[in-house]
Protein backbone atom coordinates (compact mmCIF):
# COMPACT_ATOMS: atom_id res chain seq x y z
CA UNK A 1 0.00 0.00 0.00
CA UNK A 2 1.06 3.24 -1.19
CA UNK A 3 1.56 6.50 1.05
CA UNK A 4 3.19 9.94 1.01
CA UNK A 5 7.37 10.27 1.81
CA UNK A 6 7.95 13.33 3.48
CA UNK A 7 11.07 13.76 0.94
CA UNK A 8 11.40 16.60 -2.48
CA UNK A 9 11.99 15.61 -5.75
CA UNK A 10 15.24 16.90 -7.01
CA UNK A 11 14.84 20.44 -6.90
CA UNK A 12 17.40 21.30 -9.66
CA UNK A 13 15.12 19.17 -11.90
CA UNK A 14 12.27 20.92 -11.24
CA UNK A 15 13.65 24.51 -12.39
CA UNK A 16 14.00 23.22 -15.58
CA UNK A 17 10.87 21.24 -16.09
CA UNK A 18 7.58 22.31 -17.58
CA UNK A 19 4.47 22.59 -16.38
CA UNK A 20 1.30 23.88 -14.50
CA UNK A 21 -1.86 23.83 -13.37
CA UNK A 22 -4.80 21.87 -15.86
CA UNK A 23 -8.66 21.65 -15.28
CA UNK A 24 -10.90 19.41 -16.96
CA UNK A 25 -13.93 20.88 -19.03
CA UNK A 26 -16.48 19.57 -20.99
CA UNK A 27 -17.11 20.98 -24.17
CA UNK A 28 -20.66 20.38 -26.12
CA UNK A 29 -20.86 21.84 -29.37
CA UNK A 30 -24.48 22.06 -31.73
CA UNK A 31 -25.37 22.23 -35.63
CA UNK A 32 -25.42 25.79 -34.97
CA UNK A 33 -21.93 26.24 -33.74
CA UNK A 34 -22.82 27.65 -30.41
CA UNK A 35 -21.34 25.32 -27.35
CA UNK A 36 -22.29 24.59 -23.46
CA UNK A 37 -19.38 24.37 -21.19
CA UNK A 38 -19.29 22.50 -17.77
CA UNK A 39 -16.34 22.56 -15.34
CA UNK A 40 -15.90 18.96 -13.95
CA UNK A 41 -13.48 20.30 -11.57
CA UNK A 42 -13.66 22.47 -8.61
CA UNK A 43 -9.83 23.00 -8.52
CA UNK A 44 -7.08 22.12 -10.71
CA UNK A 45 -4.48 19.22 -11.00
CA UNK A 46 -0.83 20.09 -11.90
CA UNK A 47 1.06 18.44 -14.03
CA UNK A 48 4.71 18.79 -15.22
CA UNK A 49 6.85 17.01 -17.75
CA UNK A 50 10.07 16.45 -15.51
CA UNK A 51 12.43 15.85 -19.16
CA UNK A 52 13.09 18.87 -19.58
CA UNK A 53 14.86 19.47 -16.73
CA UNK A 54 17.56 16.70 -17.44
CA UNK A 55 20.56 19.14 -17.95
CA UNK A 56 23.39 16.53 -16.45
CA UNK A 57 24.17 12.92 -15.81
CA UNK A 58 23.48 13.20 -12.29
CA UNK A 59 20.04 14.36 -12.50
CA UNK A 60 19.20 11.16 -14.86
CA UNK A 61 20.60 9.65 -12.08
CA UNK A 62 18.75 10.97 -9.13
CA UNK A 63 15.49 11.29 -10.61
CA UNK A 64 15.97 7.25 -11.33
CA UNK A 65 16.98 6.75 -7.71
CA UNK A 66 13.30 8.89 -6.78
CA UNK A 67 11.91 6.69 -9.12
CA UNK A 68 12.89 3.93 -6.92
CA UNK A 69 12.06 5.46 -3.48
CA UNK A 70 8.37 6.00 -5.03
CA UNK A 71 8.08 2.64 -6.13
CA UNK A 72 6.61 4.46 -9.51
CA UNK A 73 3.10 5.40 -9.06
CA UNK A 74 2.32 3.94 -5.13
CA UNK A 75 4.34 6.59 -3.06
CA UNK A 76 3.68 10.11 -3.24
CA UNK A 77 6.37 13.44 -2.26
CA UNK A 78 6.61 16.86 -2.44
CA UNK A 79 7.42 18.44 -5.88
CA UNK A 80 8.44 22.25 -5.70
CA UNK A 81 6.83 24.47 -8.58
CA UNK A 82 9.65 26.92 -9.92
CA UNK A 83 6.39 29.53 -10.70
CA UNK A 84 4.26 28.82 -7.77
CA UNK A 85 5.87 27.92 -4.30
CA UNK A 86 5.20 31.17 -2.17
CA UNK A 87 1.93 32.65 -0.35
CA UNK A 88 3.17 35.90 -2.44
CA UNK A 89 4.25 36.85 -6.19
CA UNK A 90 7.55 34.73 -6.83
CA UNK A 91 9.27 38.48 -7.08
CA UNK A 92 8.31 38.94 -3.40
CA UNK A 93 9.53 37.81 0.07
CA UNK A 94 6.74 36.13 1.88
CA UNK A 95 4.96 38.13 4.95
CA UNK A 96 2.63 37.18 7.42
CA UNK A 97 -0.04 39.58 5.93
CA UNK A 98 0.25 37.55 2.73
CA UNK A 99 -2.78 35.79 3.05
CA UNK A 100 -6.15 35.50 5.15
CA UNK A 101 -7.29 31.94 6.21
CA UNK A 102 -9.99 32.26 8.59
CA UNK A 103 -11.31 34.42 11.31
CA UNK A 104 -11.69 33.94 15.12
CA UNK A 105 -14.72 32.42 17.10
CA UNK A 106 -13.37 31.95 20.67
CA UNK A 107 -13.18 27.96 20.21
CA UNK A 108 -11.50 27.06 16.66
CA UNK A 109 -7.34 26.55 17.44
CA UNK A 110 -6.44 25.16 13.94
CA UNK A 111 -6.53 26.51 10.86
CA UNK A 112 -6.03 25.33 7.49
CA UNK A 113 -3.22 27.06 5.27
CA UNK A 114 -5.05 28.44 1.97
CA UNK A 115 -4.04 30.69 -1.28
CA UNK A 116 -6.11 32.90 -2.93
CA UNK A 117 -5.87 33.97 -6.76
CA UNK A 118 -7.71 37.12 -7.70
CA UNK A 119 -8.00 38.80 -10.93
CA UNK A 120 -8.80 42.45 -10.89
CA UNK A 121 -10.94 44.77 -12.73
CA UNK A 122 -9.93 48.46 -14.50
CA UNK A 123 -10.51 50.14 -11.29
CA UNK A 124 -8.46 47.70 -8.91
CA UNK A 125 -11.10 46.13 -7.69
CA UNK A 126 -11.33 42.25 -6.86
CA UNK A 127 -13.68 40.48 -9.57
CA UNK A 128 -12.55 37.42 -9.16
CA UNK A 129 -11.02 34.84 -6.98
CA UNK A 130 -10.16 31.25 -6.42
CA UNK A 131 -9.32 29.60 -3.35
CA UNK A 132 -6.55 27.02 -3.27
CA UNK A 133 -5.97 24.70 0.14
CA UNK A 134 -2.36 24.22 0.70
CA UNK A 135 -1.04 20.99 2.52
CA UNK A 136 2.53 20.64 1.78
CA UNK A 137 4.66 23.58 3.82
CA UNK A 138 8.14 23.88 3.53
CA UNK A 139 9.29 23.41 7.42
CA UNK A 140 10.46 27.06 8.98
CA UNK A 141 9.01 29.22 6.30
CA UNK A 142 5.31 29.75 7.76
CA UNK A 143 4.34 32.92 9.50
CA UNK A 144 1.25 34.15 11.19
CA UNK A 145 -0.54 37.15 11.99
CA UNK A 146 -3.55 37.63 14.27
CA UNK A 147 -5.15 41.24 13.67
CA UNK A 148 -2.37 42.38 11.83
CA UNK A 149 0.06 41.57 14.44
CA UNK A 150 2.98 38.93 13.96
CA UNK A 151 2.56 35.86 16.54
CA UNK A 152 6.16 34.76 17.04
CA UNK A 153 4.90 31.70 19.43
CA UNK A 154 1.71 30.41 20.39
CA UNK A 155 1.40 28.12 17.80
CA UNK A 156 2.31 25.60 15.42
CA UNK A 157 1.88 24.19 11.93
CA UNK A 158 1.60 20.59 10.72
CA UNK A 159 4.10 20.84 7.62
CA UNK A 160 2.64 17.92 5.81
CA UNK A 161 -1.45 18.57 6.47
CA UNK A 162 -0.71 22.49 6.13
CA UNK A 163 -2.58 23.05 9.50
CA UNK A 164 -1.86 25.75 12.19
CA UNK A 165 -3.24 25.36 15.74
CA UNK A 166 -3.30 27.76 18.16
CA UNK A 167 -2.13 26.94 22.11
CA UNK A 168 -5.43 28.97 22.78
CA UNK A 169 -8.38 30.11 20.20
CA UNK A 170 -8.45 33.24 18.43
CA UNK A 171 -11.01 35.64 19.77
CA UNK A 172 -14.36 35.87 18.25
CA UNK A 173 -14.01 38.10 14.95
CA UNK A 174 -9.58 37.75 14.74
CA UNK A 175 -8.56 37.92 11.65
CA UNK A 176 -6.36 35.01 11.18
CA UNK A 177 -3.37 35.34 8.61
CA UNK A 178 -0.20 33.69 7.24
CA UNK A 179 2.82 33.90 4.67
CA UNK A 180 4.88 30.77 3.71
CA UNK A 181 6.63 28.51 1.03
CA UNK A 182 4.85 25.47 0.01
CA UNK A 183 5.41 22.52 -2.22
CA UNK A 184 3.04 20.46 -4.54
CA UNK A 185 1.94 16.92 -3.30
CA UNK A 186 2.38 15.22 -6.57
CA UNK A 187 3.72 11.65 -7.48
CA UNK A 188 5.06 10.19 -10.64
CA UNK A 189 2.25 9.50 -13.22
CA UNK A 190 3.79 6.11 -14.54
CA UNK A 191 4.81 3.02 -13.02
CA UNK A 192 7.68 2.48 -15.74
CA UNK A 193 10.22 4.54 -16.90
CA UNK A 194 12.26 4.64 -20.41
CA UNK A 195 15.56 6.18 -19.80
CA UNK A 196 18.36 6.77 -22.66
CA UNK A 197 22.00 7.16 -21.75
CA UNK A 198 23.05 9.36 -24.92
CA UNK A 199 26.70 9.40 -24.08
CA UNK A 200 28.71 8.91 -20.85
CA UNK A 201 27.63 11.87 -19.47
CA UNK A 202 24.40 13.09 -20.76
CA UNK A 203 20.68 11.07 -20.84
CA UNK A 204 17.47 11.67 -21.43
CA UNK A 205 13.84 10.32 -20.07
CA UNK A 206 10.34 10.41 -20.60
CA UNK A 207 8.15 10.52 -17.57
CA UNK A 208 5.00 12.89 -15.65
CA UNK A 209 4.64 13.87 -12.39
CA UNK A 210 1.11 14.87 -11.30
CA UNK A 211 -0.83 16.32 -7.99
CA UNK A 212 -2.64 14.25 -5.36
CA UNK A 213 -5.57 15.76 -5.10
Known amino acids: M ?4 DIRFPKNISFGSSGGPGYSTSIITVRSGAESRNANWDYPRCEY ?13 ALIDMFHVAKGRAYSFRYWDPLDYKSCRKNET ?3 TDQIIGAGDGETVSFQIYKTYDVTGVDG ?15 D ?3 VGLDGLQQTSGWS ?7 ITFNAAPDDGTVVTAGYEFDVHARFNTDKISAILDN ?10 IEVK
Open 125 to 139: STIYSRVRKITKTVK
Open 2 to 5: GGFI
Open 94 to 96: AAF
Open 157 to 163: VDDTTGV
Open 141 to 143: TVL
Open 200 to 209: YHLGTIDVDI
Open 49 to 61: DVSYGIKRHTDLI
